[in-house]
């Protein structure tokens, strides 16, 4: 589409790069909000904002990194060029989680209260940095015959050039913002702390490996199972997030029957 926004000289301002960052800093404003609401200092909320966003960076990337070994064994130094696009959101999401882990035992926080304090936001980030993918003809789709077919034509594309393609991007982008108003509703009405970030991983998952079907990059084999590396890793957190919820409402019920027989 527009892989390249504007050029001074040698320099070049990506369009991935600066969409996604439109996108991290949506989501951290987003995040603010609610941390306000709730009372959590908005210092802390930056903070963690900083070290989500680096971590999130660096675990999408090596992810996709990992999928695409095979590419960049040959070209290391293109393992960098994140503005370029490559960017997997189940891996930032793993990352994330491990290095928050951290972060809230360190300061005497509820991890799952702020996992639910930053759902939305992530929904949202993900779908503004989608656009990104878009523009960087990145995560690009298999070729279809729908009117709602996409053709690329900057050479600087990273997708295949004038072949309508499934505008897999936007398929992603869309499901975002949807997945964002879900969120705020549930987060305005939960009924336990990690209800929101529970529902981010189920719907962002079933969103995923419905979108995965139509994709067109090389996704790479998991174990000869047909499954791609990314649906193998989407389907683990799909059925562990289900799980995990069902899990949670089971006590909730117990605990209340408990408390109607004392």
């Known amino acids: 589409m527009y892989p390249d926004l504007f050029s001074i000289g040698p320099f070049t301002i990506h369009t991935y790069g600066f969409v996604v960052a439109l996108g ?30 680096l971590s999130a960076i660096i675990g999408s990337r090596l992810f996709y990194v990992v999928m695409n070994i095979s590419f960049f064994r040959c070209h290391l130094i293109d393992i960098f060029k994140v503005w370029q696009g490559g960017l997997v959101f189940s891996g930032g999401i793993v990352t994330v989680i491990l290095v928050m882990f951290r972060y809230v035992k360190r300061h005497g926080l509820s991890l799952m209260k702020i996992c ?7 929904a949202i980030g993900q779908a503004i940095g989608r656009i990104g993918c878009f523009m960087a003809g990145c995560c690009y789709g ?12 900057d050479p600087h594309s990273l997708a295949p050039l004038n ?11 869309i499901s975002g913002f949807i997945i964002f108003l879900i969120l705020m509703i549930i987060h305005a009405k939960k009924k336990f702390d990690g209800q929101v970030f529970l529902w981010l991983l189920i719907l962002h998952s079933t ?56």
């Open 24 to 53: 991290f800093l949506t989501g951290l404003m987003v995040t603010v909000r609610i941390g306000k609401s709730e009372g959590t200092d908005q210092q802390q909320v930056m903070d963690m904002g900083f070290v989500m966003i």
């Open 116 to 122: 639910d304090m930053w759902a939305p936001g992530t």
């Open 142 to 153: 298999r070729p279809t015959d729908a009117k709602w077919g996409v053709v690329f034509s």
């Open 163 to 173: 072949i309508p393609l499934h505008p897999t991007q936007l398929y992603s982008s």
């Open 207 to 262: 969103a995923r490996l419905f979108i995965e079907r139509f994709r067109g990059d090389d996704r790479g084999i998991f174990f000869n199972t047909g499954m791609s590396d990314t649906q193998f890793v989407t389907i683990i957190i799909l059925i562990s997030s289900v799980v995990a919820l069902i899990v949670i409402k089971s006590r909730m019920k117990n605990q209340g029957r408990r408390g109607k027989n004392i």
